[in-house]
């Protein structure tokens, strides 16, 4: 009989686990996406989108159920448009699915 270990990091939508290294990446990308936004960036630039910023952002959680998607989604949109407020929050959703 194969044992089968359960995620012990607890999020509000279920038990989620994924490897650290991957929510680091997604921090880093959503940093380095922030420091290219600019309010009116869409309008300026044909072809940018906000919404494929944060795609490319959540690449490294491909493979997580899609509500918890969405809830990260939300905090990394923020995060782009306006780090300094929005930053902090992202973070604590981040490690609600990061392994220790």
């Known amino acids: 009989m194969t044992k089968t270990t359960t995620p012990t ?3 509000p939508r279920g038990r989620i686990m994924i490897d650290r290294a991957h929510t680091e990446e997604v921090t880093y ?3 380095v996406a922030a420091l290219r936004y600019y309010p009116g960036k869409e309008a300026q630039d044909p072809g940018y989108t906000l919404a494929e910023d944060v795609d490319w952002c959540l690449r490294p959680l491909t493979g997580l159920p899609d ?3 969405a809830d990260i ?3 990394v949109q923020q995060a782009i448009i306006d780090p300094t407020e ?6 604590a959703q981040l490690n609600l699915i990061a392994d220790e």
């Open 73 to 75: 989604r939300h905090f």
């Open 9 to 11: 990091t607890h999020h």
């Open 67 to 69: 509500a918890v998607l």
């Open 86 to 91: 929005n930053r902090v929050e992202l973070q």
């Open 29 to 31: 990308l959503t940093a």
